[in-house]
């Protein structure tokens, strides 16, 4: 397909601009390679994963009525794991040293996954922000809200957990 080669080349020209990039991939939403430049990483597990997290940030954003999932950033000791939106049915996710200079990262990300996305015909546009909704629930309902309860009969404490001087 020459949509994939194009997307792979997307890849090797968005590693040659970030030197602290050790990995890219493409996939489809449903964890589907679609072109990587993995070296010492499974793609087809990544790839997996990639869908996974994503579909976690897509609940996360609609629980919190943050709106559509655009990018997600995972820190670990070693590095960072970037994922980002590229169009409705793909995602662009960047294995990145830990020095990598994290505002460069997300610049040459989103750029990039809005270049795939127009690769493969389906651009991410950037629509006008929608008027403030309720946050959609799931047919379990809504999650619940914890509330601290105020105890009448508790004398309020100090930081250190002392009843002040009366």
Do not use: C, K
């Not at 964890?31 to 869908?51: D, F, I, M």
């Not at 989103?110 to 403030?132: D, F, K, M, N, T």
């Not at 309860?149 to 002392?162: L, M």
């Amino acid at each position: 397909m020459a949509a994939q080669a194009e997307v792979l080349d997307e890849l090797h020209r968005l590693l040659a601009r970030l030197p602290q990039l050790t990995g890219a991939l493409a996939a489809s939403v449903d964890g589907l390679v679609l072109a990587q430049e993995t070296r010492g990483v499974e793609p087809e597990g990544l790839a997996a994963l990639t869908a996974a997290a994503q579909g976690i940030a897509l609940r996360f954003a609609d629980v919190t009525g943050q709106g559509d999932f655009r990018e997600l950033l995972v820190r670990s000791a070693h590095g960072y794991v970037a994922t980002y939106r590229a169009g409705p049915s793909a995602v662009l996710t960047l294995l990145a040293e830990g020095r990598v200079n994290v505002g460069r990262l997300h610049l040459e990300g989103r750029r990039s996954g809005q270049r795939i996305s127009e690769l493969l015909g389906s651009a991410v546009h950037q629509p006008a922000p929608a008027p403030q909704q309720a946050p959609a629930t799931t047919t379990g309902g809504a999650l619940p809200v914890r509330t601290p309860s105020a105890r009448a009969d508790r004398a309020p404490r100090s930081a250190n957990g002392e009843a002040p001087n009366q």
